[in-house]
T-cell receptor, first 113, second 114 residues
């Protein structure tokens, strides 16, 4: 089973709203990732969690706040977003260490109005 | 600095023929490469990978070739099928502690026509 699930599938939010994206995997992977993808562009790494600790923050604005409650779950808390933050947000997981393949969820299509 | 490049933004191939997607890289530290397939509004799906100690890896209709001296890899799909129509990304990981940081190419949109 190489499934990563993400909820919600679509999200529309205003610039003053607070919302959260959720990601779950049950493959026993110890590394989890958040990516952002704009149209006609490759996925762009935002955050990496390794063994439930934040190991990489790619200089992401503080209006994006990641959280890893346990080894299977990854959240991305959103607050005071801008319209240019509208994108497909992808979660991925990997074994970490020697495991280099990352398995992606279906993504959350976020629209900021 | 684009460390992984896919210079062909699009490719059109007839059903049943071979599709060849190309990828070039500049970072000599890359020692593993992956290909992903992506349909619109979905997450990328892992297809096939290759270690730098090999020059070829095959999985069913998909074969990846690696030319380390040229810093070039290619994905061959044969025979091509309409369901293969998607955007294909090559990617290379760099270890970041106990995780890996993927660098993606810009993607090639493959259209398989009837």
């Amino acid at each position: 089973d190489t499934e990563v699930t993400q909820t919600p599938k679509h999200l529309v939010m205003g610039m003053t709203n607070k919302k959260s994206l959720k990601c779950e995997q049950h493959m026993g992977h110890r590394a989890m990732y958040w990516y952002k993808q704009k149209a006609k562009k490759p996925p762009e790494l935002m955050f990496v969690y390794s063994y439930e600790k934040l190991s990489i923050n790619e200089s992401v604005p503080s209006r994006f706040s990641p959280e890893c409650p346990n080894s299977s779950l990854l959240n991305l808390h959103l607050h005071a977003l801008q319209p240019e933050d509208s994108a497909l947000y992808l979660c991925a997981s990997s074994q970490g260490g020697i495991g280099r393949e990352q398995y992606f969820g279906p993504g959350t299509r976020l629209t900021v109005t | 600095d684009q460390q992984v490049k896919q210079n062909s933004p699009s490719l059109s191939v007839q059903e049943g023929r071979i599709s060849i997607l190309n990828c070039d890289y500049t970072n000599s530290m890359f020692d593993y490469f992956l290909w992903y397939k992506k349909y619109p509004a979905e997450g990328p799906t892992f297809l096939i990978s290759i270690s730098s100690i090999k020059d070829k890896n095959e999985d069913g209709r998909f074969t990846v070739f690696l030319n380390k001296s040229a810093k070039h890899l290619s994905l061959h799909i044969v025979p091509s099928q309409p369901g293969d129509s998607a955007v294909y990304f090559c990617a290379a990981p760099l270890h970041a502690g106990t995780a890996s940081k993927l660098t993606f190419g810009t993607g090639t949109r493959l259209q398989v026509t009837l």
